[in-house]
């Protein structure tokens, strides 16, 4: 099965600052990776899908990027409303199944 | 627009079963594959099993193969997740989403306790 590693487990920044999570996949899944946000008490939503695609009405302060083992996620400018935990998903097809990363705690300094 | 909403959670003891449902509108169902997806408080999330839009693909995580069968009504936009043989360890929030993730339901807590 492949694994999923994601970090910083937790992580501390200012509104304004530039924050990035990194996500790597025990094997190659060229491009099959989501990002989630989760507010306390909420579901997740879907964010990135396929690496680096926005999904409509997310804003466009949330990135990611990479292909095969190493993907990053990134929040250009920190806002308050971005305090959450986050959690990468690498989903493939052959068979399905859909592991995720151990999830990223954002607070704000 | 997509809706997701999920029942069946509840109070079980150990080696009980229970039967979840997910009610699915606001799109064609029967195109979309569907997970179920958990999560046990203040943990991570963890996917649990997949299915096909047809039905003839099905896959379940190590953790509750054997014990926990998925399955879908295309005539009445449903999904169900039958668990058998729970156990403590299954405790959780079970979330029911479309295709791989795009949307999710509000969740239904399953709690494993004597």
């Known amino acids: 099965d492949i694994q999923m590693t994601q970090s910083p487990s937790s992580l501390s920044a200012s509104v304004g600052d530039r924050v990035t999570i990194t996500c790597q996949a025990s094997q190659d899944i060229k491009i099959y990776l989501n990002w989630y946000q989760q507010k306390p008490g909420k579901a997740p939503k879907l964010l990135i899908y396929d690496a680096s695609n926005l999904k409509v009405g997310v804003p466009s302060r949330f990135s990611g990027s990479g292909s095969g083992t190493e993907f990053t996620f990134t929040i250009s400018s920190l806002q308050p409303e971005d305090i959450a935990t986050y959690y990468c998903?690498?989903?493939?097809?052959?068979?399905?199944?859909?592991?995720f990363g151990q999830g990223t705690r954002l607070d704000i300094k | 627009e997509v809706q997701l909403v999920e029942s069946g959670g509840g109070l079980v003891q150990p080696g009980g079963a229970l039967r979840l449902s997910c009610a699915a509108s606001?799109?064609?169902?029967?195109?979309?594959?569907m997970n179920w997806v958990r999560q046990a408080q203040g943990k991570g999330l963890e996917w649990v099993s997949f299915i096909s839009g047809s039905g003839s693909v099905i896959h379940y995580a190590d953790s509750v193969k054997g014990r926990f069968t998925i399955s879908r009504d295309n005539a009445k936009n449903s999904l169900f997740l039958q668990m058998n043989s729970l156990r403590a360890e299954d405790t959780a929030i079970y979330y029911c989403t479309r295709d791989w993730n795009d949307h999710w339901g509000q969740g239904t807590l399953v709690l494993v306790s004597s």
């Open positions: 606001g799109f064609t169902f029967s195109s979309y594959e």
């Open positions: 998903q690498q989903y493939d097809n052959l068979p399905p199944q859909g592991t």
